[in-house]
């Protein structure tokens, strides 16, 4: 369902509507908690980032993989009341090459 926000973007602008969305982009835990709360009060979906610094193959400097993030992510959208159909995950200066 999330990939229908984006797409409804798309359209909006293909339509003269100009739309768009907020990115956060952050691995703390209380600006994912903040931005999950924002969302829940503002009914706006919430794309949440991390960079490749943050979360990585290797655990980054959170100690974190994607999959890890992502989990955690979706826990705490659950905990707090977030619609999983309003959470878009996505990632930031991705690449095979971390702190670099």
Same mark, same amino acid.
């Given at each position: 369902?999330?990939?229908? %926000? $984006?797409?409804?973007?798309?359209?909006?602008?293909?339509? #003269? &509507?100009?739309? +768009?969305?907020?990115? %956060?982009?952050?691995?703390?835990?209380?600006? %994912?908690?903040?931005?999950?709360?924002?969302? %829940?009060?503002?009914?706006?979906?919430?794309?949440? *980032?991390?960079?490749?610094?943050?979360?990585?193959? *290797?655990? #980054?400097?959170?100690?974190?993989?994607?999959?890890?993030?992502?989990?955690?992510? &979706?826990?705490?959208? *659950?905990? $707090? #009341?977030?619609?999983?159909?309003?959470?878009?995950?996505? +990632?930031?200066?991705?690449?095979?090459?971390?702190?670099?």
């Amino acid at each position: 369902m999330s990939s229908m %926000i $984006l797409k409804d973007i798309v359209i909006d602008h293909q339509q #003269g &509507r100009y739309t +768009g969305i907020t990115s %956060i982009c952050s691995a703390n835990p209380w600006v %994912i908690d903040a931005s999950i709360q924002h969302a %829940i009060a503002s009914g706006q979906p919430l794309l949440l *980032e991390s960079t490749s610094n943050q979360v990585n193959q *290797e655990g #980054g400097y959170t100690g974190q993989t994607p999959a890890q993030f992502a989990a955690m992510v &979706r826990y705490r959208a *659950e905990q $707090l #009341g977030l619609p999983s159909d309003r959470l878009i995950l996505g +990632g930031d200066h991705l690449g095979p090459n971390p702190w670099q």
